[in-house]
């Protein structure tokens, strides 16, 4: 792969991608859509370039997580306390044993803990999730252990709240990491999503998460807005797994005005091409055309020959 020299401002990238499509003789017409991160230079460098855009799915949801998380202070302290007794085993092979003889004794599945990164949110997710899976086994580590600091029973809800509020985002997450994902998704998964936050239900089973919540559908709506993204209508009524069921009256109405555009100015194009005597279209048709012309050039002259030889 070459690599990409000089500062990654949006003008090099518009260059950058204008130089790829011509070393490849891709034309402008074949790219539909260029999906690229929420970065402001590959914004505006795709912009430049003259492709029409679209944010990637994933990282659009790692921002929405990001903020909402940080939205609720309590939350935050909570993951770093868990973050602390995670790094503590997994820095240390004696204390990851000792873990492993504590699984043993209480029956519990014999899993390492999860270290997460910055980059991402969901092993931030699964930090939580394998922590919550191995609360006993942990807690009675640390009694044995006084330096090492456990979390408090606030503290031990709220990630168990977190664990379920966030589920369906990480299974989204993980649909929209296939190889066999498409744009037609998005809107199904963002109104989802948003349908899901906005329950009772889910209101009910994370009573300590309500800012987080507030957080997370506020950031889905300023986020996701597809009213001016036809791509995404047209893909989402197009696949017969969908068509409006996730669409507004308004999308749905614009999804079918586009389409009908696109099929319109693919008509007049097939019209026009018809009139290229190179195109199969129009040989066809000068084919059909000389056969008519034989087939009365063929019975003038019999007729001709009839007549004669009546005459004769």
Known sequence: MKSFPGSHSGINIAKELNTITERWNIPQSKIHLLVHDSGSNMIKGVRDAGYDSGRCFIHSLQRVI?????????????????????????????????????????????????????????????????????????????????????????????????????????????ITSSGISCISEVIPHAVTLLKYLGKAETAEKVPNLVTMRSSLQAELEKRFTFDDKNKYLVATFLDPRFKTSFLGLVQAERARQKILLEALKLSCDEFSSTDDESSPLRKKRNLNENDRNMEIHDNFWNCFEEVATDNM
């Open 66 to 174: 990001e903020e909402s998380l940080k939205s609720q202070p309590e939350v935050l302290q909570m993951i770093a306390a868990a973050r602390r007794i995670v790094t503590h085993f997994n820095h240390s092979a004696l204390a990851e044993q000792k873990l492993k003889s504590i699984q043993q004794e209480l029956n519990l599945p014999n899993h390492q803990l999860v270290q997460d990164v910055n980059t991402r949110w969901n092993p931030t997710y699964y930090l939580m999730e394998r922590l919550l899976e191995q609360k006993r086994a942990v807690s009675l580590y640390i009694t044995d252990h006084e330096t090492l600091i456990n979390l408090t029973h606030a503290q031990w809800e709220l990630l168990e709240q977190c664990i379920k509020l966030l589920k369906p985002f990480e299974e989204i997450t993980k």
